[in-house]
């Protein structure tokens, strides 16, 4: 997503990413080593959970909740030094995903690597599966090195969006973390059927949360604060 303009500014549509965001870092062998571990984690976590799953929770009754990592190939997202939006986010997303398979969630991906898909595909691939919930993970910037906090963004029409993200910005708060909960008109948004929340989980600008980003311990701690949100929404009304 861009990731210039300010919370003042709501109604903005998305465009290309201004010229300093198309800078080409490539990706370092240690970046693609540590996604490889991490997804070989990953799936050997699922491979546990659902050999341990009770019948009650049958993989196929299970919840699925699907984790988007932002941006991706030709697209790296916000740019800071070497580090770019679209290989943190792939790393937090499978962060994500161990903590949700470790609470008997079952995750999908829209992407598993560094390559590109379309913002409205992140969409269908959620409504395709029958997704309980979409989450689009993103990682923020700004001019000013001061602004920090998540942002939560959602559709405005959509209640089930509404609520999700009211979740999500509840749980965010709860760990004392600033968190700005505001509608955007995007299309990949506006799903009918999957609940989807767009996640500008800090700023890369900052440089006490550019310590957390690159943190795999903080990857894990947004992992449980998102499984928190998740079972929040979804338990009362199951
Ligand atoms: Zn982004």
């Known amino acids: 997503m861009r990731h210039g303009p300010t919370p003042a500014a ?13 800078a080409r870092v490539p990706l370092t062998a240690a970046h693609a080593l540590t996604a490889l571990l991490a997804l070989t984690a990953l799936l050997a976590l699922t491979a546990a959970a659902l050999l341990s799953a009770p019948a009650s929770l049958a993989a196929q009754e299970r919840p699925i909740i699907m984790i988007d990592a932002g ?3 030709d697209d790296p997202g916000v740019v800071e030094g070497e580090l770019l ?8 997303a499978f962060a994500v995903a161990s903590e949700f398979v470790r609470a008997g969630h079952d995750v999908r991906f829209t992407r598993t690597g560094d390559y ?8 269908a691939q959620a409504e395709e599966v029958g997704a309980a919930l979409l989450i689009m993970l993103h ?4 001019d000013d090195p001061t602004r920090h906090g998540a942002e939560v963004y959602f559709s405005e029409e959509l209640p089930a969006s509404r609520r999700a993200a009211a979740a999500f910005g509840e749980a965010f708060a709860a760990e004392e973390i600033a968190v700005l909960v505001d509608p955007r008109p995007f299309p990949f948004l506006q799903s009918p059927e ?5 996640l500008e989980v800090g700023f890369l600008t900052n440089p006490v949360e550019r310590r957390l980003l690159v ?9 449980r604060l998102f499984v928190r949100a998740t079972e929040a929404l979804l338990t009362p009304t199951r």
């Open 116 to 123: 590109a898909v379309a913002w409205n595909d992140r969409r």
């Open 71 to 73: 941006h991706g190939g």
């Open 85 to 92: 939006e679209k290989d943190l986010v792939l790393r937090i």
């Open 10 to 22: 709501p109604t903005a549509a998305p465009t290309a990413a201004a010229p300093l965001l198309r």
């Open 215 to 223: 943190s795999e311990s903080y990857h894990h701690e947004l992992g």
């Open 139 to 142: 990682i923020n910037r700004n």
């Open 194 to 198: 999957v609940p989807t929340v767009m």
